[in-house]
């Protein structure tokens, strides 16, 4: 059977609910977490088919934590959907930044959308890049 969890990553409650429930509802398993720390631990546990991954976040945040995953050998190939409050562009350039700063290349997240995501738009990317990374 197709692997159907996908893991959420975001620091508001509400966000975590709105989005856990949606994907319940449409027949995927949401597995919850509260920041990025959080998020790669259990991202190496369940080894998710997506990650809905939020960009700021306290203590580890969404950036620190998509460098982490399209790092680490075992997770860099599970498709990341960011969601965030800022601009994709912005979004882009700091990673640029860093890419430049720590002499590593990540690659840009299999798809960005800005909050408060549409639930068609959301699910319509999450089957994409679940598609894709099969």
Known sequence: MQN??????DDEMDMRIFISTLLETSGYKAIIANNGEE?????RKHKP?????????????????YREVKTDENLK????????????????????????????????????????????ELL???KKCIGSAQ
């Open 77 to 120: 190939n599970i498709p990341v959907i960011m969601i965030s409050a800022i601009a994709k562009k912005t979004f882009l350039h700091s990673m640029q930044m860093l890419n430049s700063y720590r002499g590593q290349t990540v690659p840009e997240p299999e798809a960005y959308i800005e909050k408060p995501p549409e639930s068609e």
């Open 39 to 43: 998020g790669v631990q259990k991202a």
């Open 49 to 65: 088919a997506a990650i809905i991954l939020d960009v700021l976040m306290p203590k580890s945040g969404g950036i620190q934590m």
């Open 124 to 126: 319509e990317t999450l």
């Open 4 to 9: 159907r969890k996908v893991l959420v990553v």
